[in-house]
T-cell receptor, first 115, second 113 residues
Framework: GAGVSQTPSNKVTEKGKYVELRCDPISGHTALYWYRQSLGQGPEFLIYFQGTGAADDSGLPNDRFFAVRPEGSVSTLKIQRTERGDSAVYLC?????????????FGQGTRLTVV | KQEVTQIPAALSVPEGENLVLNCSFTDSAIYNLQWFRQDPGKGLTSLLLIQSSQREQTSGRLNASLDKSSGRSTLYIAASQPGDSATYLCAVRPMDSSYKLIFGSGTRLLVRP
């Protein structure tokens, strides 16, 4: 596609429920990233994929969070037993490679609200 | 641990003013620094990327400078317009984890007509 696409754009869920957030990167981009942005803050790194594998998942806050990228393209961020503190905008980005001089392109984000 | 700070947190100026947004970072071991724009409810749009070996980059009315040794960058916006109203974020790419972007909290800019 023309850019990074994230669905849904908004998600409201009840505390304790399970949610999945989807990211379609730019075609041909091998690197994919998830970030989380709380209100009034900058995005914070969650996880980095190079191809199908998670090269760095050190930013995932706890084991309720998990992400996959089974075919090296679309990625899904999964959150189990959601808590109100998980409410934030979840941003996905992709880049041609994971190298330091390749530009990352961001999607519009999914705004998650846990009530 | 790398920390990125942006000052001011918010800024309101009349249309036509030239303005400067500041970004500072604690660890100078970076590959590059990038300035982004974020409109309400939207994702991030890249404005300028400065490599660590560069001193500045320009795009239209925007000019970004980088002083890596002192851990500072500025984004200069000339002849501001109401359409420039947005949140401006700076981010550094650290050498020890070059795939990551470490962001500041942003400066919310309002340009009044």
């Amino acid at each position: 596609g023309a850019g990074v696409s994230q669905t849904p754009s908004n998600k409201v869920t009840e505390k304790g429920k399970y949610v999945e957030l989807r990211c379609d990167p730019i075609s041909g981009h091998t690197a994919l990233y998830w970030y989380r942005q709380s209100l009034g803050q900058g995005p914070e790194f969650l996880i980095y994929f190079q191809g199908t594998g998670a090269a760095d998942d050190s930013g995932l806050p706890n084991d309720r969070f998990f992400a996959v990228r089974p075919e090296g393209s679309v990625s899904t961020l999964k959150i189990q037993r959601t808590e109100r503190g998980d409410s934030a905008v979840y941003l996905c980005a992709s880049s041609l490679t994971g190298g330091p001089n390749t530009e990352a392109f961001f999607g519009q984000g999914t705004r998650l609200t846990v009530v | 641990k790398q920390e990125v700070t942006q000052i001011p947190a918010a800024l309101s100026v009349p249309e036509g003013e030239n303005l400067v947004l500041n970004c500072s970072f604690t660890d100078s071991a970076i590959y590059n620094l990038q300035w982004f724009r974020q409109d309400p409810g939207k994702g991030l749009t890249s404005l300028l990327l400065i490599q660590s070996s560069q001193r500045e980059q320009t795009s239209g009315r925007l000019n970004a400078s980088l002083d890596k040794s002192s851990g500072r960058s500025t984004l200069y916006i000339a002849a501001s317009q109401p359409g420039d109203s947005a949140t401006y974020l700076c981010a550094v790419r650290p050498m020890d984890s070059s795939y990551k972007l470490i962001f500041g909290s942003g400066t919310r800019l309002l340009v009044r007509p």
